[in-house]
Structure formats: C-alpha cells, structure tokens
C-alpha cells in the first residue's frame, strides 16, 4: 500500500544521536526518507549519520541547539537550500535530570529548581521552537507534517517525575493547538500529531526499572501490573506509529495523540 509510504521526504529529527531518535532514524532511511539528523552533541551525532549512510541512505547531520532559534534556523536555512523542502519534523530531543527525579521516599519541597526548570524548558520549549522554525517552513509550502513525543505521565499521575510529567503534558495540549492552528490558516496538508510512549528500558531509566543483577525493581513490577501485555516495549515499536503519522494513510489525522503502551493507558488495573 504506497500510501503508507516516506519514501523521498525529507525528514528532520531532533536527538538523533539518542536512542529514541537513533530507532527512529534508523527505519526512516531504510522506509527511503532523506534524514536530517540534529543533535547538540557532535560525537553521536557523527556516528549516527555514519551509521545511516552505511544503512544505503541519504542523510546529513548538523549540530544544533532545540533551545536556540537562530541555531534552528540556520539548520532549516541549509536544509531547504540542499534538498529544497522540509517534509517531516519529528521532535524527539528531550530527557529527564536526577535532581528533578524524586527518589521514593524524597519529598516534592527539596526537588531542585534549577533541574525542573532545565527538564521542563528542554522537553516543552524544545518542542515548541524547531515548530516555530520548521513549521513556518511548512507554511510556506503548504504541507508537511510534525510529530510530537509526549508520554503516560500525561495522561495521569506518575510519581516521581514532576518535572518530566509537566513537560510532556504540555506537549500533548501543544499538540492539538498547533494542530488546529496550522490546519485553520495554512489548510489541511498541514499535520500535528504526538506519539505517547508506554515503558521502555533506555540508558536513563533502566537504574529505577531494573536492579543490578538484572531483576525487576519494585516500580518495573507496578508498570507491568497496568501494563495488559505483560512486559516493557522495544525502543523499534515506536517507528511504524511514527511512520504511519507521517504517511498519506494519516491524511485526515491531526492533533492526535497515539498511545504506543501495551495497553497501559486502556487498563484500570482490575
């Protein structure tokens, strides 16, 4: 079915030297899209393009901040000149700190300011402003599509992460007002929707889901008893959500938030 097709768009990818970014990288050249891979780190981000050109597929990397607009627009300014359009933008750059992280028995009073407001401007502003860039793009093509990654601590209380939960609701709520403002002004070749990731063991959770020896800690127990599959998601289970939003087959989807839990969302736990 072409229609679900990428192949030949141009795709930006914020935080493509991360895991999240990486995966989703990774099936965007091989599915035939040409990868703009940024990321404000040069090392990962050198390996990632090598990597991708290796996989047969056209790509270019360019170090940028999310958090500083002139740095955006000199990507977006490069971009448009080499490939002549901006297609997709995926806003996958963003994170958690530990001093906005409570431990189980820490209360909320000594949360560190200075890491909420660090996790919340990365993940909420980080989002927002390559929309603002790239999207003004899109306006000016009229069409192009941009995909969101907001999370279950949207949707409901998870302890511990304030930070990381406020972000990310904000992300969910920005979603569907860009949506809607994109499609009122510039029509409907103009698409917003998010992706909602369940449980998956990355670099920076895999100290609170799993013990040194491997084993389940107590929080990796309570997710997978919400979680109706039983078990945590692969990193690769988000990309085809990922590319059907990107795709035509998702022509008359915006300002949606598709969960990709397990059925973690779906569950009241009884």
């Not at 790509?59 to 297609?87: F, P, Y």
């Not at 009229?142 to 939960?165: D, F, L, Q």
């Not at 919400?226 to 035509?248: H, W, Y």
Request: hydrophobic fraction near 45%; glycine fraction near 12%; charge should be negative.
């Amino acid at each position: 079915m072409t229609n679900f097709s990428i192949a030949g768009k141009v795709a930006v990818i914020s935080g493509a030297g991360g895991v999240l970014g990486g995966s989703i990288a990774r099936s965007f050249v091989q599915a035939g899209a040409k990868v703009v891979a940024i990321d404000i780190r040069k090392e990962p981000l050198d390996a990632r393009v090598d990597e991708l050109i290796a996989l047969g597929g056209e790509a270019i990397g360019i170090v940028a901040n999310v958090l500083e607009m002139e740095s955006l627009e000199r990507v977006a300014e490069k971009v448009v000149s080499q490939w002549g359009e901006i297609d997709i933008l995926l806003n996958i750059a963003g994170g958690n700190l530990p001093g906005a992280t409570l431990e189980p028995d820490q209360p909320f009073f000594d949360m560190q300011i200075s890491d909420w407001e660090k996790v919340t401007h990365l993940n909420l502003n980080g989002t927002v402003y390559p929309s603002m860039v790239f999207g003004k793009v899109m306006a000016r093509q009229g069409k192009g599509c941009i995909i969101n990654v907001s999370s279950m601590t949207a949707y409901s209380a998870v302890t511990r992460v304030p930070g990381y939960s406020v972000a990310k609701s904000g992300i969910s709520n920005f979603t569907q007002w860009l949506a809607t403002e994109m499609a009122l002004k510039y029509g409907d070749g103009i698409r917003v929707n998010a992706i909602a990731p369940g449980f998956f063991i990355g670099d920076q959770n895999r100290a609170v889901l799993l013990n040194p020896d491997g084993s389940l800690t107590e929080r990796s127990r309570k997710i997978l008893a919400k979680t109706p599959m039983k078990r945590f998601g692969d990193i690769t289970e988000l990309n085809g959500a990922v590319q059907f939003l990107c795709s035509e087959a998702a022509s008359f989807v915006t300002g949606a938030v598709l969960p990709v839990d397990g059925g973690f969302l779906a569950f009241s736990g009884v």
